[in-house]
């Protein structure tokens, strides 16, 4: 099976009370920009218009926005840890946030004030490394844990930004438990990029943190004279990240809003089982969580995600992941002067799932029917990742690992 879907009929009407979404309002997240242009080398990823594949694939707009591109770190990651560090640390100096632009959160005299801070997190990779560059740049200390099986070029990007690092013999959700233990016997500061009950304040910060990317979008787009898309497909792990882009365009843009797709791995998909379950509650994935998508390969749900995702998503989606590997080859081999996109396993699901969608209508008319993708349709997918393990993109772009079959 390819893929499973779920449709949302909660995401239009009021069944739940709608999750509070103030948190996303424009002028805090006008507040995150601003943070983010104040990093170094800060640059604006690309919006990548592949017009040869809108046509082939009979939409009028198909962009691609490419993370991989993200402060030269390979993935979207670090726009929520870097923001979740900078407002820990305004609120422990006392400071408005406006007051601590990078140059001056990473000076000499703010380090004296806050003596040595240990941060510490559990991640497949990309969350750790921003966390990772963002401690070194502040000269703080990191500990990362990370799952069994996590690629050792993902460990090495994280080792050299200063990071102690471990791969534990845990799944993604345990390590994170882990890390959380080690964080209150030894008085480490967790930042991890999930909230459970109890622990929401510094996740919301990073959830805030990736409004960037919708930010730039908006800016990329009216440049170009170009209108919002009508369908954006997001991919989830945790769903911090389609919970951040889904609570800010719900917030901007109310009922006008572009259809959501979330997208996840069938051996990983906590957000297609607890929509599906139907009673409003998170449902959590154990085991295993197999998949080629590391940064996908969560099982449980954040809590405030879930809460916005459950209120204002319109499609579930659990894919298979030869969907994934048929993203990353068809973005790296674009059709005519398209441009190339460098996209990895949890960055290339959506435009892999798009991908198939249009190629088998007919396998999937009912669906194809309530997506009501047409040729008015303009497609946002968001690749948050590029190559981030070379060996595995090698692996199914040159060698044509998971292939349909
Ligand atoms: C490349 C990439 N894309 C998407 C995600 C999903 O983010 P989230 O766990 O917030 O759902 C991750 C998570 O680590 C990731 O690394």
């Given at each position: 099976m390819a893929l499973e879907w779920y449709q949302n009929k909660n995401s239009r009407d009021n069944k739940y009370k709608k999750s509070k979404l103030t948190e996303f309002n424009s002028k805090e997240m006008e507040e995150v920009y601003n943070f983010h242009k104040s990093l170094p080398n800060y640059k604006a990823t690309p919006l990548v218009e592949l017009d040869n594949l809108a046509s082939y694939y009979g939409v009028e707009k198909l962009w691609v926005k490419d993370e991989s591109k993200r402060f030269g770190l390979n993935a979207f990651k670090v726009l929520g840890g870097s923001y979740a560090i900078g407002k820990y640390l305004s609120k422990k100096l006392g400071k408005d946030m406006k007051e601590l632009p990078f140059p001056v959160l990473i000076s000499e005299e703010i380090k004296n004030k806050l003596g040595a801070i240990t941060f510490v997190t559990a991640t497949d990779g990309n969350h750790g490394r921003g966390i990772a560059w963002m401690a070194n740049k502040l000269?703080?200390?990191?500990?990362?844990?990370m799952p069994k099986g996590s690629a050792k070029m993902r460990f090495d990007a994280i080792a050299n930004e200063g990071a102690k690092v471990t791969i534990t013999d845990l799944n993604y959700d345990d390590a994170v438990r882990l890390a959380n233990e080690n964080a209150i016997k030894n008085g480490w500061v967790m930042v991890q990029d999930t909230a459970w009950d109890g622990y929401e304040e510094l996740p919301l910060w990073i959830m805030q943190g990736y409004s960037t990317i919708i930010n730039?979008?908006?800016?990329?787009?009216?440049?170009?004279?170009?209108?919002?898309?009508?369908?954006?497909?997001?991919?989830?792990?945790?769903?911090?990240?389609?919970?951040a882009v889904q609570g800010y365009i719900s917030q901007l843009y109310g009922d006008a809003r572009p259809v959501t797709v979330i997208c996840e791995p069938h051996g990983a998909n906590c957000i297609y089982q607890s929509m599906k379950a139907g009673?409003?509650?998170?449902?959590?994935?154990?085991?295993?969580?197999?998949?080629?998508?590391?940064?996908?390969?969560?099982?449980?749900?954040n809590t405030i995600s879930w809460k916005i995702l459950r209120d204002n998503a319109d499609f579930s989606i659990s894919c298979d992941d030869e969907l994934a590997a048929r993203g990353m080859r068809?973005?790296?081999?674009?059709?005519a002067d398209d441009k190339?996109?460098?996209?990895?396993?949890?960055?290339?699901?959506g435009l892999g799932l798009f991908s198939i969608?249009?190629?088998k209508n007919k396998e999937y008319e009912i669906l194809m029917k309530e997506l009501n993708i047409n040729e008015h349709s303009r497609i946002l997918c968001i690749s948050t990742e590029g190559d981030t393990d070379k060996e595995g993109y090698k692996n199914i772009v040159w060698n044509g690992a998971y292939t349909n079959k």
């Amino acid at each position: 099976m390819a893929l499973e879907w779920y449709q949302n009929k909660n995401s239009r009407d009021n069944k739940y009370k709608k999750s509070k979404l103030t948190e996303f309002n424009s002028k805090e997240m006008e507040e995150v920009y601003n943070f983010h242009k104040s990093l170094p080398n800060y640059k604006a990823t690309p919006l990548v218009e592949l017009d040869n594949l809108a046509s082939y694939y009979g939409v009028e707009k198909l962009w691609v926005k490419d993370e991989s591109k993200r402060f030269g770190l390979n993935a979207f990651k670090v726009l929520g840890g870097s923001y979740a560090i900078g407002k820990y640390l305004s609120k422990k100096l006392g400071k408005d946030m406006k007051e601590l632009p990078f140059p001056v959160l990473i000076s000499e005299e703010i380090k004296n004030k806050l003596g040595a801070i240990t941060f510490v997190t559990a991640t497949d990779g990309n969350h750790g490394r921003g966390i990772a560059w963002m401690a070194n740049k502040l000269k703080q200390n990191s500990v990362v844990y990370m799952p069994k099986g996590s690629a050792k070029m993902r460990f090495d990007a994280i080792a050299n930004e200063g990071a102690k690092v471990t791969i534990t013999d845990l799944n993604y959700d345990d390590a994170v438990r882990l890390a959380n233990e080690n964080a209150i016997k030894n008085g480490w500061v967790m930042v991890q990029d999930t909230a459970w009950d109890g622990y929401e304040e510094l996740p919301l910060w990073i959830m805030q943190g990736y409004s960037t990317i919708i930010n730039e979008v908006i800016e990329q787009l009216n440049a170009a004279k170009e209108e919002i898309p009508t369908h954006i497909f997001l991919q989830a792990g945790v769903g911090s990240f389609a919970g951040a882009v889904q609570g800010y365009i719900s917030q901007l843009y109310g009922d006008a809003r572009p259809v959501t797709v979330i997208c996840e791995p069938h051996g990983a998909n906590c957000i297609y089982q607890s929509m599906k379950a139907g009673d409003g509650l998170p449902h959590a994935v154990t085991g295993d969580l197999n998949t080629i998508m590391a940064g996908l390969a969560c099982g449980e749900p954040n809590t405030i995600s879930w809460k916005i995702l459950r209120d204002n998503a319109d499609f579930s989606i659990s894919c298979d992941d030869e969907l994934a590997a048929r993203g990353m080859r068809i973005l790296s081999s674009p059709l005519a002067d398209d441009k190339r996109v460098i996209s990895g396993e949890s960055g290339a699901i959506g435009l892999g799932l798009f991908s198939i969608l249009r190629e088998k209508n007919k396998e999937y008319e009912i669906l194809m029917k309530e997506l009501n993708i047409n040729e008015h349709s303009r497609i946002l997918c968001i690749s948050t990742e590029g190559d981030t393990d070379k060996e595995g993109y090698k692996n199914i772009v040159w060698n044509g690992a998971y292939t349909n079959k």
